[in-house]
């Protein structure tokens, strides 16, 4: 989409007084993930909101780009509250290629400023867009690596290729042990996708724990469940009728969640041992500033939830350390209620179903901060490689999931 406006309004239907026939503001969004709706344009200030075509909440994500003929501050209102991380907005000058969050004191609960320069396309949005291009310049390197192997889940309704990353022992071995990776079940979510490419970099590294890893361990790695959704710009929460992480149960909507629910339990064969669904949570305040894990209904999944998370404690390398006290959000409290599951099975209850699971969780990726710390894909990517030792340690110790 491409909205122009000019001193004389063409493109939209509004009054523009402040609009000067030198300074033309154009509003983009037709690339990859996209998503915005202009109410108006007044001057040098757009009122904007996200575009809820697709759920049936009230939801947050949005993503666009400006361009204007002068050099000027512009002046971004959105017409409704939370739509802005405590961070403000994610800017990239580079179309999408680095993102940084802005200067403080450039926003406030629902404006946000930027000095956009003549002629150069600015964009904008609530985190750090993370599309299919990213997954291609990321894996790229990893393609001719002797593990590794691109295969394709599913062809979406719209012709796009659902990828399955998997990784599994070199020469012929058998794995004695497998591993299920998921993101983007909804498809905003991307800043789970820079947590998913450093535990993969990890596994791949050529450090001896991981070679070892990789010589009784097989991962299947789905960076994006809802293609469609992540590609087009849509929330992918609260999708209508039902989105992908409440479709694991009756008859799937979804070419990738049917795919998934048809072919792991043979691929299995009772040698998957942990199910892994990485999400981001709502846009901010209390937990959802916080790196958390969801805590399952089944009590014995929950006591292995709470030995991971130790280990992930313990194997905090980076510069995001994780916060044990606040670190889970135990199945009856809060949120993570029998009522926030009443449209559909999520992908860990039904990965708990699954036999020889020992551990089926979902975890939370905020989008802009944990624990009043300031989060990039830098020190995600970090944390992924935390989370993958920790993965080692934990199919490697006795007990239910040991490959001993």
Not at 255 to 263: E, I, N, Q, V, Y
Not at 377 to 401: C, M, V
Request: charged share 20%.
């Amino acid at each position: 989409m491409k909205i122009v406006l000019s001193s004389f309004c063409l493109f939209l239907s509004c009054i523009c007084p402040g609009c000067g026939q030198n300074n033309p503001i154009q509003i983009l969004s037709d690339f990859p993930a996209g998503n915005i709706t202009v109410d108006s344009i007044r001057g040098n200030t757009v009122y904007l909101r996200p575009d809820l075509r697709d759920t049936g909440q009230d939801w947050f994500y949005w993503y666009f780009a400006v361009v204007t003929t002068g050099s000027d501050s512009v002046y971004f209102h959105f017409n409704r509250s939370n739509c802005l991380t405590i961070k403000g907005p994610a800017v990239s000058t580079d179309k999408a290629e680095t993102w940084e969050w802005p200067e403080a004191g450039t926003f406030t609960g629902t404006t946000f400023r930027y000095f956009v320069k003549a002629g150069e396309e600015t964009r904008f949005s609530m985190g750090m867009p993370y599309t299919q291009a990213n997954f291609d310049r990321f894996i790229h390197p990893f393609k001719e690596h002797p593990a590794v192997q691109l295969e394709t889940l599913c062809i979406t309704p719209k012709k796009r290729a659902t990828e399955k990353l998997v990784i599994r022992p070199a020469d012929g071995k058998t794995a004695r042990q497998k591993v299920l990776i998921t993101a983007r079940h909804h498809a905003c979510e991307m800043m789970a996708n820079y947590v998913l490419e450093g535990m993969i970099q990890t596994i791949l590294s050529e450090d001896a724990r991981m070679t070892r890893l990789r010589d009784r361990v097989a991962f299947w790695i789905i960076p994006f469940m809802d293609k469609d959704g992540v590609e087009d710009g849509d929330q992918g929460k609260a999708r209508v009728p039902r989105d992908h992480n409440r479709d694991y149960n009756g008859t799937s909507l979804y070419c990738s969640t049917d795919a998934l629910r048809t072919t792991v339990p043979e691929w299995s064969g009772g040698a998957m041992k942990v199910a892994l669904d990485l999400h981001c949570p709502w846009i901010k305040g209390n937990l959802n500033e916080h790196i958390y894990l969801v805590g399952n209904a089944s009590e014995e999944i929950a006591r292995q939830q709470r030995t991971w998370m130790h280990l992930i404690a313990q194997h905090n390398s980076g510069t995001i350390r994780y916060d044990l006290d606040k670190g889970i959000v135990p199945y009856g409290t809060a949120w993570n209620t029998n009522a926030n599951y009443e449209q559909g099975m999520s992908f860990a209850a039904w990965a708990s179903t699954l036999d020889g699971i020992v551990m089926s969780t979902t975890f939370e990726i905020p989008y802009a901060v944990h624990n009043g710390q300031t989060l990039t894909p830098e020190n995600l990517r970090e944390f992924g490689k935390d989370i993958a030792y920790a993965l080692e340690d934990y199919l490697n110790q006795p007990g239910p999931g040991t490959s001993k």
